[in-house]
């Protein structure tokens, strides 16, 4: 460690008055300082020591772990928890600069946290660390329980987690059983909880990684406002901070490197810090407005409201199509083609990077389950599809039949009973 | 409240390894269940044991509905872009973007690419294979010169080192004047003569060459009746006698053989996809093996595994000849075995004779009906291997 924690409260209470000083609202913040592999644990398991066990994040670890290894892009090492107060992590073998930054960088989404509406909306912070260890022991008991063990659990978690964002993001439904269902039916999850052929328990672990999706989907929704939003927090309040001439330099660079676009990807970033950069730039440092719009956004309607013609010229964007062996540029950021490109990202992120499922209906006397997808020229990837509708066999116990769209064709996937699929015309 | 520092402490505890362990053993679990039929695409020969091949891999991927055509992407691009422009996939290698929901699904590490080793690692590692206690059949010695180590007191006058003798000498001089001094004698003393026991010889001790070499010798019945998808099980059986022998010798040749009613030996890609018309004797390949043995591979230098792969429909008038001379292979093999290749269950006259009447211990014969008997008989002619049995030498 090239730093003292004397140094980093410090520095912290300069970037606090700062912030403070030019609006930021934030909960109560706490940072601990840990080991890079504790640091991949964390974010291996979303930031949640307590997390429940699953192979998935077994998997996430090693791949984190060689992602780290290749590439660095955004901001590395940086975990944010939304919760009240507020976690954060500082790896300890970062540099003073790096956990300076990163500092700055938390204020930044803590800020985000506490006053943007979906978080407002759909999370409790408050009760996020408590649900999370509620959740871990709950999955746990059920491992230890001698009559439900291991494999019983993890067959349960590989079918939920595979339907996870299918978790009803925007629809509130109080969870009363009493409630008759509506079709269609977006939370697929809640629908099969309720009356998937399972036992109690199952319905419980459902319930689990339901909850833990709908936590996660506000985060889902703003990752290019938050990101963005904390990645100019952190470019302000350095630059105000006075540095040293050799943090100064160290700045710049790592800066650099969280905002580094390479060609034929979208830094999130990226083009979250650029839009926030021009807003404040449009508003002329007025924090209010900025705040205003930090509040009520998500990233589709940020981005169709505030990306505009420069900032899609200066940062080359363009919209590309997949062919077997190439990519085909179908617009480019010139005055005819960037309000196409603005709108085909604003559709692409977030939720909207995921087709939408629902249930449309129950056969009762064929117990099978009809699922629609709502098909706006997009189309599922079959092999993924198949596999998926596997699962949600599992949890309903009957027939499930997918309305689809396969080569422009109304379709219906159908997986059977004991799980063979096979594609039939409407 | 005021800002929380929490310091470092040092905790051991990784809770991910439990997870981590769940998540290999799931990938090798898969890995073993399709190697069946990912060892029966690959080409035999001249690939490097580090060429990666793709193995699918169920229940490791985290499935979920997701977008597959028609989706468009928008990325910041160079700058240069065009409409309708093509750009290669290798310069867009991240085509699709960051910023999904599915920000967490990257390109599965393991669902992809496995070395071909790897993928035989996996497979051989069950069965136990007693690798080293039969030694004695990987390595042959011989004698090839010999090599200089150290000097003795004996030995031909040719092989005299005038140095080592010189070194002697002058230590016996030495010693005499210390003894001189200590006796009070006087110092000078004439000169003192080469002695026979200064005599230094060069010794060499004969050099022994450990080969490891070994041959497979495949031979199949390319007639008329024998179509693809027999070649296709043939050829995975070969791939797997290859990779099995790769991992015990160092040298590892392959000959192809195909026959007819005649043999000949062929390229690899002609071995397995030329056919041709007509009869069979199966007589003719194995005298072919024996003809190129006695060429080619001296047993003395050599290990020999010889294979043949047939449909059995053989010509009754060749059956003696084909058994007299699968005896005669046995006995210059280390392993002979006959694979019968059917798409039905009846055993044919040839396959039969061959239990009967050949009682060599190393030969063995299996049948091979479906892709997933590939695996079976090859572990089941290991058997045979692993016995111990092989050609009686030194």
């Known amino acids: 460690m090239n730093y003292t924690l004397k140094e980093l409260e410090a520095y912290n209470e300069k970037i606090e008055d700062l912030a403070k000083e030019m609006g930021l609202d934030y909960y109560p913040q706490e940072f601990e300082i840990i080991s890079f592999e504790d640091m991949l644990c964390y974010e291996a398991y979303v930031g949640m020591p307590s997390h429940y066990p699953h192979w998935s994040y077994g998997k996430n670890y090693d791949r984190l772990k060689t992602t780290y290894k290749y590439n660095l892009s955004g901001l590395p090492y940086e975990m944010v928890i939304n919760s009240n107060p507020c976690i954060a992590y500082l790896m300890k073998d970062n540099t003073l600069l790096l956990q300076v930054l990163t500092i700055a960088h938390v204020y930044g989404h803590n800020d985000f946290f506490k006053n943007n509406r979906l978080f407002k909306e759909y999370t409790d912070a408050a009760l996020t660390i408590e649900m999370f260890k509620n959740h871990g022991t709950r999955i746990r008991t059920y491992i230890q329980d001698p009559s439900i063990g291991y494999e019983k659990v993890e067959r349960v978690l590989d079918a939920a987690h595979s339907i996870k964002y299918q978790c009803g993001a925007f629809c509130k439904p109080s969870y009363e059983v009493t409630q008759k269902i509506e079709y269609p039916q977006e939370n697929v999850l809640y629908f099969l909880s309720q009356y998937g052929n399972l036992e109690d328990w199952e319905k419980d672990i459902i319930a689990i990684v339901m909850k833990e999706s709908r936590y996660f989907i506000p985060q889902i929704e703003t990752k290019i406002m938050n990101e963005g939003w904390a990645t100019f927090w952190h470019y302000t309040l350095l630059n105000k901070l006075g540095l040293p001439q050799g943090m100064q330099v160290e700045f710049f660079k790592v800066h650099n490197n969280v905002i580094c676009q390479r060609p034929g990807s979208l830094n999130p970033y990226f083009i979250g810090f650029k839009i926030w950069q021009r807003l404040y730039e449009r508003f002329d440092g007025d924090f209010k407005e900025m705040a205003r719009i930090r509040g009520c956004e998500r990233d589709s309607s940020f981005i169709r409201s505030y990306l505009d013609y420069t900032l899609c010229e200066e940062s080359h964007l363009c919209e590309i199509q997949e062919e077997e062996r190439y990519y085909v540029v179908s617009e480019v950021a010139n005055e005819k083609g960037w309000q196409n490109i603005r709108n085909t990202l604003a559709e692409n992120v977030g939720l909207g990077s995921l087709p939408t499922i629902y249930v449309e209906d129950v056969v009762k006397n064929e117990n099978c389950l009809v699922l629609g997808h709502f098909y706006d020229g997009r189309e599922l990837n079959l092999a993924y599809t198949t596999e998926t509708l596997k699962y949600i066999q599992t949890l309903w116990g009957g027939k499930v039949i997918l309305k689809t769209h396969l080569a422009k064709i109304s379709r219906k996937i159908i997986c059977s009973e004991d799980k063979k699929v096979t594609i039939e015309n409407v | 409240?005021?800002?929380?520092?929490?310091?470092?402490?040092?905790?051991?505890?990784?809770?991910?390894?439990?997870?981590?362990?769940?998540?290999?053993?799931?990938?090798?679990?898969?890995?073993?269940?399709?190697?069946?039929?990912?060892?029966?695409?690959?080409?035999?020969?001249?690939?490097?044991?580090?060429?990666?091949?793709?193995?699918?891999?169920?229940?490791?991927?985290?499935?979920?509905?997701?977008?597959?055509?028609?989706?468009?992407?928008?990325?910041?691009?160079?700058?240069?872009?065009?409409?309708?422009?093509?750009?290669?996939?290798?310069?867009?290698?991240?085509?699709?973007?960051?910023?999904?929901?599915?920000?967490?699904?990257?390109?599965?590490?393991?669902?992809?690419?496995?070395?071909?080793?790897?993928?035989?690692?996996?497979?051989?590692?069950?069965?136990?294979?007693?690798?080293?206690?039969?030694?004695?059949?990987?390595?042959?010695?011989?004698?090839?010169?010999?090599?200089?180590?150290?000097?003795?007191?004996?030995?031909?006058?040719?092989?005299?080192?005038?140095?080592?003798?010189?070194?002697?000498?002058?230590?016996?001089?030495?010693?005499?004047?210390?003894?001189?001094?200590?006796?009070?004698?006087?110092?000078?003393?004439?000169?003192?003569?080469?002695?026979?026991?200064?005599?230094?010889?060069?010794?060499?001790?004969?050099?022994?060459?450990?080969?490891?070499?070994?041959?497979?010798?495949?031979?199949?019945?390319?007639?008329?009746?024998?179509?693809?998808?027999?070649?296709?099980?043939?050829?995975?059986?070969?791939?797997?006698?290859?990779?099995?022998?790769?991992?015990?010798?160092?040298?590892?040749?392959?000959?192809?053989?195909?026959?007819?009613?005649?043999?000949?030996?062929?390229?690899?890609?002609?071995?397995?996809?030329?056919?041709?018309?007509?009869?069979?004797?199966?007589?003719?390949?194995?005298?072919?093996?024996?003809?190129?043995?006695?060429?080619?591979?001296?047993?003395?230098?050599?290990?020999?595994?010889?294979?043949?792969?047939?449909?059995?429909?053989?010509?009754?008038?060749?059956?003696?000849?084909?058994v007299k001379l699968a005896s005669q292979l046995c006995k210059t093999c280390n392993l002979f075995g006959y694979g019968e290749i059917k798409t039905s269950t009846y055993t044919s006259t040839i396959m039969n004779r061959y239990m009967e009447d050949i009682h060599a211990p190393n030969f063995t014969a299996v049948r091979i009906l479906r892709k997933e008997d590939v695996w079976t008989a090859f572990v089941e002619m290991l058997k045979v291997e692993g016995k111990g049995a092989g050609r009686e030498e030194g």
């Open chain 2, 1 to 322: 409240m005021g800002t929380i520092f929490r310091e470092y402490k040092a905790n051991n505890r990784d809770r991910s390894i439990e997870d981590r362990r769940r998540h290999k053993e799931l990938v090798e679990k898969s890995i073993k269940e399709n190697i069946g039929s990912i060892i029966s695409e690959e080409s035999i020969i001249g690939k490097s044991k580090n060429k990666k091949i793709k193995i699918p891999i169920k229940g490791l991927k985290e499935y979920y509905f997701k977008y597959g055509k028609n989706q468009k992407d928008v990325v910041a691009g160079s700058g240069q872009e065009e409409k309708g422009q093509k750009v290669p996939k290798g310069e867009y290698s991240k085509g699709t973007g960051e910023n999904g929901a599915g920000s967490e699904e990257g390109e599965d590490i393991y669902e992809t690419e496995v070395t071909i080793e790897e993928a035989i690692d996996f497979l051989f590692e069950d069965l136990n294979l007693p690798y080293l206690q039969h030694k004695k059949f990987n390595e042959i010695q011989t004698e090839y010169g010999s090599k200089r180590s150290g000097v003795r007191e004996k030995g031909p006058r040719q092989r005299l080192s005038k140095k080592h003798t010189m070194v002697e000498k002058i230590k016996r001089q030495k010693q005499e004047l210390k003894a001189r001094a200590e006796l009070g004698l006087e110092k000078e003393i004439e000169r003192i003569p080469f002695h026979k026991e200064d005599l230094r010889y060069f010794y060499r001790r004969p050099k022994f060459k450990r080969d490891s070499n070994a041959v497979v010798i495949c031979i199949m019945d390319t007639s008329g009746s024998m179509g693809q998808t027999k070649k296709y099980l043939a050829r995975s059986f070969y791939f797997l006698l290859y990779q099995f022998l790769l991992i015990r010798y160092v040298n590892v040749e392959i000959v192809f053989i195909a026959h007819t009613t005649v043999a000949k030996e062929v390229s690899e890609q002609d071995f397995f996809h030329k056919g041709e018309s007509g009869g069979t004797y199966i007589s003719s390949g194995y005298q072919k093996a024996l003809d190129i043995i006695e060429e080619r591979y001296h047993p003395q230098n050599w290990n020999i595994y010889a294979f043949h792969c047939s449909d059995g429909d053989n010509w009754g008038e060749d059956n003696e000849e084909a």
